[in-house]
Structure formats: C-alpha cells, structure tokens
C-alpha cells in the first residue's frame, strides 16, 4: 500500500511526464507549422512565395472527367529552385512523381516553364488522369 509521501512523489512524477509530453507536442506542431509557412496554397496547388500569380490567366473549373486548376506565374527563381521546391513539397501532400508529371487518384499536377522575353512563366495545373 501507497503512503501518502509515495503517492504525491508518484502524482508529480506524471505531472512532469505529462508536462515534457506537451512541451513536445506544442513545439513539433509549432515548428511544422514555421516550416509550412512558406507555403500558400490556391485551389490545392502549393505556390512558392517567391512566384507570383497572373490571376487574368489563371482558372478553375470541374468538367464532367474531373476538376481542371490552372494557374499561370512568374518568379525570378531559377528553374531548379522552382523544380526542387516541388520535388519536396509534392510527395507530403501524397502526390507520385510519374515521367514529368506527379499523379493522386485520378488526378495529375504538371508544372511547365516556358520563356517570356522580361522573365519564365511558369503553369501549374491539376488536371484529370487521362487512363
């Protein structure tokens, strides 16, 4: 049988215990959430921070074989920046990488660069996977 005195010894061990665990927690999330942050997201495609979004050129809309997302940037990222951005990013957000192209469901992200004379357009679309 517990004392008094091993009882309380007990109870403010798991005290502490429970408190590292939140501290744990609280900051894992808090600095997943610093990590994300750079991150923003329009009709689920994640967009650098460093690209900006032509939003007269842009367009989403759902067909009858499934939803159809464009979206049209520039960035003065250089073109590896651009494409190992989305090498990461693309795998967390459950995306496959297929050839030139990353496939969810039945869906696949491109994302395409083409040279403007001032700077590189960049198009980022989701569309259906043709099968």
Known sequence: MLNSRDLTTALNKL?????????AIVFSKSSFCEEKSNIKFI?????????NIEPEFSFSFDSPSGRIVIL????S?????IMQFYRQVMPQLGWKVRDKQYERGDEK???????????????????????
Do not use: G, H
């Open 15 to 23: 005290a502490i215990i429970t408190f590292a665990i939140l501290l």
């Open 43 to 51: 009709d689920d495609i994640p967009v650098m921070d460093t690209m």
């Open 72 to 75: 049209i940037a520039t960035s």
């Open 77 to 81: 990222d250089y073109k590896e920046q």
């Open 109 to 131: 992200f491109q994302i395409v660069s083409s040279n403007n004379q001032e700077s590189v357009i960049w198009r980022l679309s989701i569309t259906p996977l043709n099968k």
